[in-house]
């Protein structure tokens, strides 16, 4: 996704390093056409600039900096993360360059870098968001590890009510287990680039387990990305597999297809009949592409199959105040 362009931020620091002397001066001087570039929105013009100074005089952690927020605006975040790079590496690293970058580095999925420029910021500054991350990245292979930083992230309050839930899991002994039980609670809190990452190691263990490629589906597409070769690896895997056959439903709604997420449910249902949650869910999609009478006696078996749980009855009533379409009032 391309990334809006801050020119006037960065007029200002070229400004700044032209006061202070950090470009040389020529005739024109190389700092002014930088300024001139950038104030025109000529950014390729403006890198142009910056490469050809760091060419005579040496990168600094200013022109690297610049150079990475030029590529960022341009979309470009693997180049970005390349010069931000550069930069921390020239002096004693800034903390918001480091934190940019360490972001950088997670939504590339450059998980080793990530891991070094998140312990330079909690070293720096014992920041709650790098140890929440660095809890996030150690779940999968060291729960003693994360749940050191996960304690220590708790002190944000931004960050109790997923660290409460992810605590007790780093004790879990089974790898595959605690990553699992770990991406369905980040999923539930909707960290889906972490409940991603979190799949994808559970995904990649042996035996492969079919629910961790659906889930690694569900994560991607909750960030706009391309979940479906992970989705149908899970089918192939385990076509008559409830719980995939939900995902896959869920999947679809997020694309826009309608009806392959209404036969994917049904295909839920019809494997896991005493499941609630997948008759409520059945019962949803069938309300939306407009099959009031359906959704009525899905969300209707939601209720009964939870014995009058009360999340249930909630979708029940709602389903009641919003429908102008006569129902049939089956019972399940």
């Known amino acids: 996704m391309k990334r809006p362009f801050h020119f006037q931020t960065l007029i200002k620091r070229v400004f700044l390093l032209c006061l202070t002397g950090c470009l040389l001066a020529s005739t024109p001087p190389p700092s002014t056409r930088l300024v001139d570039n950038l104030a025109a ?17 040496g990168w600094t952690t200013e022109l690297a900096t610049t150079a990475g927020d030029i590529w960022e605006g341009l979309g470009d975040l693997s180049r970005a993360a390349a010069y931000w790079e550069v930069a921390v590496r020239i002096q004693s690293p ?9 972001q950088a580095n997670l939504e590339l999925g450059h998980w080793s870098q990530a891991v070094i ?36 992230a708790a002190r944000d309050p931004q960050f109790q009510a997923v660290t409460n839930q992810l605590l ?31 799949f994808q190691y559970a995904a990649a263990l042996t035996p492969i387990l079919p629910e961790a490629l659906a889930y690694t589906a569900l994560a991607r597409d909750q960030q706009g990305k391309d979940g479906h070769s992970q989705i149908e690896q899970a089918i192939t895997l385990a076509p008559d597999n409830a719980q995939v056959r939900y995902l896959q439903g869920l999947h679809f709604q997020l694309v826009g ?7 994917a449910l049904q295909q839920a249902v019809k494997l896991a009949p005493l499941n609630p949650a997948f008759a409520a869910e059945l019962a949803t999609t069938y309300n939306r592409v407009g099959d ?18 009360v999340r249930f009855q909630t979708l029940l009533d709602a389903f009641y105040s919003q429908t102008s379409t006569p129902v049939t009032g089956l019972t399940p």
């Open 41 to 57: 929105k000529r950014p390729m013009q403006a890198l142009y600039q910056i490469e050809s100074q760091a060419s005579q005089s």
């Open 94 to 102: 800034d903390f918001a360059v480091v934190r940019h970058l360490a």
């Open 117 to 152: 420029n998140l312990s330079r910021l909690v070293d720096m500054t014992d920041d709650n968001w790098a140890h929440f991350q660095l809890g996030v990245l150690q779940s999968v292979y060291d729960g003693p590890s994360a749940l050191g930083h996960f304690e220590l």
């Open 168 to 198: 007790p899991l780093m004790t879990e002994p089974s790898d595959i287990a605690r990553a699992m039980r770990t991406g369905i609670v980040l999923a539930g809190e909707t960290y889906w680039p972490a409940a991603e990452y979190v």
């Open 257 to 263: 297809d309608g009806i392959a997420s209404l036969s």
């Open 292 to 309: 009031a009478a359906n959704a009525e006696y899905w969300f209707k078996a939601a209720v009964t199959l939870s014995n009058n749980d």
